[in-house]
């Protein structure tokens, strides 16, 4: 089954959950949000967070929260999710 990683990187906290489909298999937390660290340091250190996961290899990374933000490593724009949303809440729960 194919891994990836999801990342949920706020101001105040990184967190990873390392997937295999849409079950996560392994988590790790870290108090490690983006105002402790410096914006030319965002890429490095989400690779040192990262590093036991992708020693075997890439895996996708999607990543939420304040990283994605205007003040985060790269603003996402809203209309994506806008587009989205709708399509989302009609899925059919688990």
């Excluded at 990683?5 to 870290?30: P, Y």
């Excluded at 990262?50 to 999607?62: F, N, Q």
């Excluded at 929260?65 to 994506?80: F, I, R, T, Y």
Aim: glycine share 8%; hydrophobic share 45%; with cysteine.
């Amino acid at each position: 089954m194919n891994n990836w990683i999801a990342v949920d990187w706020g101001t105040t906290n990184f967190r990873a959950f390392l997937m295999q489909g849409k079950h996560c298999i392994e988590q790790q937390s870290e108090g490690l949000g983006l105002l402790q660290v410096e914006p030319h340091r965002y890429q490095e250190t989400l690779y040192q967070q990262l590093e036991t996961w992708l020693k075997a290899g890439p895996l996708p990374i999607v990543m939420a929260g304040m990283v994605g933000s205007q003040q985060g490593w790269k603003e996402a724009l809203m209309s994506a999710l806008l587009v989205l949303l709708p399509i989302w809440l009609k899925r059919p729960s688990h």
